[in-house]
Every structure is written in structure tokens, then in C-alpha cells.
């Protein structure tokens, strides 16, 4: 599939030009020929016999950009500055930081926010643990905890390159739903060091988002967290992608008519996600569903199943089918992808059922070509930016989050992950629905809250969800019996 420039891809190019004559033209048309895009011109100097010109322009990829750069140095009587990848510069020292909500101006200041004041709500805290979440940031915190196993779409580069993505994921918590987050990366891929590590730190959070962790031990890491801790443990990898997969499927139905009970969903991936967002979907009503990963349908009578494979070919494929993805597909009503590039192609998209509805969402190229899925399917979704319906997991951990921390839950169930795609979908409404607009901007006002709600409503509504009362606090606000002080005159 051909690339198109992006502001992923940007650079700045600081040039000096002669102040007459047609430079600033030719400096257009050698980025614009190159196949890059024009996206600032800025004059930055300027004399009587040169201007300085900072340049931005979108190319496609880094060697795209190196291409652009040197047909600029080719230009007569251009000389080339400094080069710089606005990606790059954004991140330099880092996305986030830590701030004091409080001023430290003097010393009863400091001697309230640290020692000696400090000391009477440790013992607060000490005779009545559940008062951390009133007392401390533990009520808004929420760690983000990754091995840097399976980081995007780059595999295992570890924990220190993993930083960056943890760190993004931070900002956009805070961002869409004022939760402070913090990015933990381990340098272990030790299941039980994993465990216990998180288990150690979880004092501190309301909640532990796992993140970037290679399947299956993502499995076994999330499970054996929920049992042991208090606060809800979500896989974003899984449970974000297979909410927001559930939420633009219930969209993409309305658009074609057809019921969820009655389609023949195809799978392509039995990863986390993919194991994510089948049990997800049974769960709110398909009966009919497929799963084919790289040695083709998911049937009982493989001999290569593992645990994650063998709860697949129980719960999927009723008929019995064998035989590879691109046999599958024929027939179907959906096909959802989260798997690889190129896997199939649009012959293979002309046997699915009319009406049909594709969910290509490898990333950066997906399982199909989208300009070609459009030519059979009636809806089409991807994981990239530059397509319409994009599904992105941004759009629900913030408000997944922020439900649960403000319902104080102790866990995340499946209830609750459904009450969050219900939500997410009614954020279009019934007369913006259309093919090429079954699910939201991330940008969209409604969407946290909307989300938040839901889950803080699902949290609430069962045991698991209740908050636990804390009592009174001496010395807090609108808890402190002030009837025994004695009336002073002024």
C-alpha cells in the first residue's frame, strides 16, 4: 500500500536563500515533487542579500525525508542549515512531568505538607488504610506498567525503549480524563518477577493498566494480578481494543442491518487482542465466529493448541471448519483483524456476504489494502489516522479509568467493558451515523465523560464496585468538632 506524507514523519529544514529571484518557489517544488508536503514556510531573518527560511514538511518516512533534504540542497544558491525531526523534538527530556498542587511558600507551609504535620495523617492513613484514597494521590493514580515485550507493532525492544509509548500514554490520561498516571517499566520478562513487582508497588495506585506485554504471558500476568490485588488491573492491548472494536461494530450493524446474533464473525489473530476481542463479542451476543492465526482456522483437532488456543477452538467455530483465513472469509459478515499486513486481498473480500463490514486494524499497514476493502465492503475500519474510522484505543482507557477510579472499584469485569462500548457508540448519534462514520474522534468532547459514566454506573451497580465507607479523619474539613473551641474576641 502506497505512503502518504505525515506529521509523524515531519521535519524542519533551516535554509539560507538569496533575498531575490525564485528561490522560495523552487524550494516548493523540490519538496512537492519529491512527493513530500509543504506544511509551514516561516521567514526567520532576513537582509538585504539573504533570507533565512525554516521550512516544514511532511514526508512518509525517514529515508523520505533524507530524499527531501538533499533535493533542497541540490536548489542553486541554497545552503541547508539545521535539520530537525519535530517528532524527535517533541520528546526531548521527556512528555511528563511532576508538579505540586500545593505552594511551598514559608515554613508552616512546609511544615504542614511534610514533617512534623505530615506525620498525623501517616498515622491516619496507618489506623485506616481505605483513608489513602482521601489522603494521598493514590485516589487519581493508575500505573502503567509494560516489559517491553511486545512495544506497538516493534516487538521485544525492551524496557528503556519502551519509555517513550508509557510516557505518551501517561499525557493522554491526563489529558482526556485528569488522571494521574505513571509509566513503570520493568526490566524483566519473568512472569512471577512481574507479578510480584506490581503486587509490591500497588499501595501507591487505584489502578494498574498493563501495557505493551507479549502474549500468552499478558494472560496469566493480568490473571494472577486480579486475583491478588484490590485495585481493577486492565490490559489496554486487549480490553481497550476490544471495547472499541465492540463499540464501532455495534455502529457499523445499525449502518447495514443486520443483528449481532445472526452474522458469522472471521478473525485474524488469536494474540491478545484478538483473544480479547472474541470474548468480548461473545460475551454481547455473537453465536457465530471464527479465529484463523498464522497456521490457519482454530479447530479442536489442531495439534499445536495451547491453553489461550484451546479456550478458542471450544467457544468458536461450531461448524467445524478447517482450512485457511482466505477460505474462512467466504461468507461472512465481518472480518476483524488484528494481525498482519497483506493477508488478504480484495478476492478474497468479494466472497464475504453483501453488506459486508472489514475491520483491517494491523498497524501501520493492515490486513488489507482499505481503498480496496471499500471497493466490496459496505464498512470499512482501520487502525491508521488517515482513514476514516479509526479504531483507537485512546478513545476508551481514559474514560474506563477515570469510571473506575471515581467508583473506587476493586476490579474491571466484563459487565463493565460492555457498559463502556454501549456508551462509546451512542456518541454518534443515529443522525451522523454512516459508513464513513461509525465511531468517534478521540477528540470528541462527549466521549470520556460519556465513557467515565457508563463504567462508574456498571462499577456501582455491583459488589465488587461499592466503595468502601472510610471514617471521619480528625482535623479534616467538615469533620472536626469545633464546639469544645473557645470564643475568642477580637
Not at 222 to 235: K, Q
Not at 287 to 302: K, L, Q
Request: net charge negative; aromatic share 4%; glycine share 8%.
Amino acid at each position: 500500500m502506497a505512503t502518504v506524507p505525515s506529521v509523524s514523519n515531519s521535519i524542519t529544514v533551516r535554509l539560507e536563500v538569496p533575498a531575490r529571484g525564485n528561490a522560495v518557489s523552487a524550494i516548493t517544488t523540490a519538496v512537492e515533487s519529491s512527493g513530500g508536503s509543504v506544511t509551514g514556510l516561516d521567514v526567520t531573518a532576513s537582509g538585504l542579500e539573504a533570507l533565512r527560511i525554516d521550512v516544514t514538511v511532511a514526508a512518509s518516512s525517514v529515508a523520505h525525508g533524507e530524499e527531501i533534504v538533499e533535493k533542497l540542497r541540490a536548489i542553486d544558491g541554497v545552503a541547508i542549515g539545521k535539520v530537525s525531526d519535530r517528532t524527535f523534538l517533541m520528546h526531548l527530556g521527556g512528555k511528563i512531568e511532576m508538579s505540586s498542587k500545593l505552594p511551598i511558600r514559608n515554613r508552616d507551609d512546609l511544615s504542614m505538607i511534610y514533617t512534623p504535620g505530615v506525620a498525623r495523617v501517616c498515622m491516619a492513613i496507618a489506623e485506616n488504610p481505605e483513608d489513602a484514597r482521601r489522603l494521598t494521590i493514590k485516589r487519581n493514580s493508575v500505573a502503567v506498567v509494560t516489559d517491553g515485550s511486545a512495544v506497538l507493532g516493534l516487538g521485544n525492544i525492551g524496557p528503556a525503549a519502551a519509555l517513550p509509548v508509557m510516557e505518551g500514554k501517561a499525557a493522554l490520561f491526563k489529558r482526556f480524563a485528569g488522571i494521574d498516571a505513571w509509566p513503570i517499566c520493568l526490566d524483566t520478562q519473568d512472569t512471577d518477577e512481574i507479578v510480584a513487582i506490581v503486587k509490591a508497588i500497588a499501595p501507591g495506585f487505584a489502578g494498574i493498566n498493563l501495557e505493551d506485554i507479549s502474549a500468552p504471558r499478558c494472560f496469566e500476568i493480568e490473571a494472577r494480578l486480579r486475583e491478588a490485588l484490590d485495585i481493577p488491573v486492565f490490559h489496554d492491548d486487549q480490553h481497550g481494543t476490544a471495547i472499541v472494536v465492540l463499540a464501532a461494530l455495534t455502529n457499523a450493524l445499525k449502518v447495514v442491518g443486520k443483528d449481532i446474533a445472526d452474522i458469522r464473525v472471521v478473525m485474524s489473530g488469536a494474540g491478545a487482542a484478538g483473544t480479547a476481542i472474541l470474548k468480548l463479542l461473545l460475551a454481547a451476543g455473537v453465536e457465530h465466529a471464527t479465529v484463523a492465526d498464522v497456521r490457519g482456522v482454530v479447530h479442536r483437532g489442531r495439534d499445536d493448541l495451547n491453553d489461550s488456543l484451546r479456550w478458542i477452538a471450544e467457544h468458536t467455530n461450531r461448524s467445524g471448519r478447517t482450512g485457511s483465513l482466505k477460505e474462512a472469509v467466504a461468507d461472512a459478515d465481518v472480518f476483524i483483524g488484528v494481525s498482519a499486513p497483506n493477508v488478504l486481498d480484495g478476492d478474497d473480500l468479494a466472497t464475504m456476504a453483501e453488506d459486508s463490514i472489514v475491520f483491517a486494524l494491523a498497524n501501520p499497514d493492515p490486513e488489507v489494502d482499505p481503498a480496496i476493502a471499500r471497493q466490496t465492503a459496505a464498512v470499512v475500519a482501520t487502525g491508521r489516522s488517515d482513514f476514516p474510522n479509526q479504531i483507537n484505543n485512546v478513545l476508551v482507557f481514559p474514560g474506563v479509568f477515570r469510571g473506575l477510579l471515581d467508583a473506587q472499584s476493586r476490579t474491571v469485569n466484563t459487565e463493565m467493558m460492555i457498559a463502556a462500548a454501549r456508551a462509546l457508540a451512542t456518541t454518534v448519534a443515529d443522525d451522523e451515523l454512516n459508513a464513513n462514520y461509525i465511531i468517534p474522534s478521540v477528540f470528541h468532547k462527549d466521549v470520556a465523560k460519556t465513557v467515565a459514566s457508563a463504567v462508574r454506573e456498571a462499577a456501582l451497580a455491583g459488589a465488587q464496585g461499592t466503595p468502601v465507607p472510610s471514617r471521619p479523619t480528625p482535623g479534616i474539613v467538615g469533620t472536626l468538632d469545633t464546639s469544645a473551641f473557645p470564643t475568642v474576641k477580637l
